[in-house]
Antibody, heavy 121, light 109 residues
Framework: EVQLVESGGGLVQPGGSLRLSCAAS????????MSWVRQAPGKGLEWVVN????????YYVDSVKGRFTASRDNAKNSLYLQMNSLRAEDTAMYYC??????????????WGQGTLVTVSS | DIQMTQSPSSVSASVGDRVTITCRAS??????LAWYQQKPGKAPKFLIY???TLQTGVPSRFSGSGSGTDFTLTISSLQPEDVATYYC???????????FGGGTKVEIK
């Protein structure tokens, strides 16, 4: 059974840092692109970063470029998101998701339960 | 970047009604489209890929159609457990991103 379990969320002051983790199990983690997706309170889904199987390629949404860094440890089946210079507008539930490619399309087929990040003084 | 626009933003219907949600891409994406269901307080769930193929375990009352720029998600007979927000997502031109639509909230009247 595929499982993704996020952790590391919490309350942080503006300008602060936080590191999120996502522990994966039930599939060969190293074979998949992975993604962080966030959802601000009462808002829609926004992709944050997509990271290639070996971590060699990472693509960030413009609003987090230069502040957030995604990484992965395939030996530990884990995905990470280092968030620096946090702003109030980064307040959101953060989900990790597996990206599955089929017939040439790319889909987020499994999601974790999310971890809540609140940026407030 | 290709933009995804959903309509309506919310819909209220009675149990047993047919509900249709629309997703429009700013440029053609063939059939590279997914639909997700997010129930209140829960993570999104993958429903449909390649515009019309149901993920395993998804009830047959859900269906997807469309190609190019215009897509629909249809619930043929709305059930109480279908109360959720539904999102489309384009699935082509990856990387860099896989953009979501703004979501459509489905409620029971």
């Amino acid at each position: 059974e595929v499982q993704l379990v996020e952790s590391g969320g919490g309350l942080v002051q503006p300008g602060g840092s936080l590191r999120l983790s996502c522990a994966a199990s039930g599939f060969t983690f190293s074979r998949y692109w992975m993604s962080w997706v966030r959802q601000a309170p009462g808002k829609g889904l926004e992709w944050v970063v997509n990271i290639k199987q070996d971590g060699s390629e990472k693509y960030y949404v413009d609003s987090v470029k230069g502040r957030f860094t995604a990484s992965r440890d395939n030996a530990k089946n884990s995905l990470y998101l280092q968030m620096n210079s946090l702003r109030a507008e980064d307040t959101a539930m953060y989900y990790c998701a597996r990206i599955y490619d089929v017939w040439g399309g790319y889909y987020r087929d499994f999601w974790g339960q999310g971890t809540l990040v609140t940026v407030s003084s | 970047d290709i933009q995804m626009t959903q309509s309506p933003s919310s819909v209220s219907a009675s149990v047993g009604d047919r509900v249709t949600i629309t997703c429009r891409a700013s440029q053609g994406i063939s059939n590279w489209l997914a639909w997700y269901q997010q129930k209140p307080g829960k993570a999104p769930k993958f429903l449909i890929y390649a515009a019309s193929t149901l993920q395993t375990g998804v009830p047959s009352r859900f269906s997807g159609s469309g190609s190019g720029t215009d897509f629909t998600l249809t619930i043929s007979s709305l059930q109480p457990e279908d109360v959720a927000t539904y999102y489309c997502q384009r699935a082509n031109s990856f990387p860099p991103g896989l953009t979501f639509g703004g979501g459509t909230k489905v409620e029971i009247k």
